[in-house]
Nanobody, 121 residues
């Protein structure tokens, strides 16, 4: 089992930036895929971006494209989500997840506890 701890959330004004971090420990795999999700109040959790550890392949959903960038530091077992030009609608709890490989589903992933992001107008 892998343990994930997110950090970096907080209150920011619209147009500002935040960088979220997700530190992984425990049983990790070189083929693991790390992802960022978010859940706004009253809404379902939505996928933003993912990165594959062993080759750095990234993938973004529509909400995550353009303003968000996922990156990883394998030496630190940490994944980042750089968020720029934040909008009030980006207000949500942001979660990090890890799954064993590209062929596994996020339903079997390990999840962090989430870090809240609030964007004021």
């Amino acid at each position: 089992q892998v343990q994930l701890v997110e950090s970096g959330g907080g209150l920011v004004q619209a147009g500002g930036s935040l960088r979220l971090s997700c530190a992984a420990s425990g049983r990790t795999f070189s083929s693991a895929v790390m992802g960022w999700f978010r859940q706004a109040p009253g809404k379902e959790r939505e996928f933003l971006a993912s990165i594959t550890w062993n080759d750095g392949t990234t993938y973004y959903s529509q909400p995550g494209k353009g303003r968000f960038t996922i990156s990883g530091d394998s030496a630190k077992n940490t994944v980042y989500l750089q968020m720029n030009n934040l909008r009030p609608e980006d207000t949500a709890v942001y979660y990090c997840a890890a799954k064993a490989g590209a062929r596994t589903t996020w339903s079997s992933a390990s999840w962090g506890q989430g870090t809240p992001v609030t964007v004021s107008s």
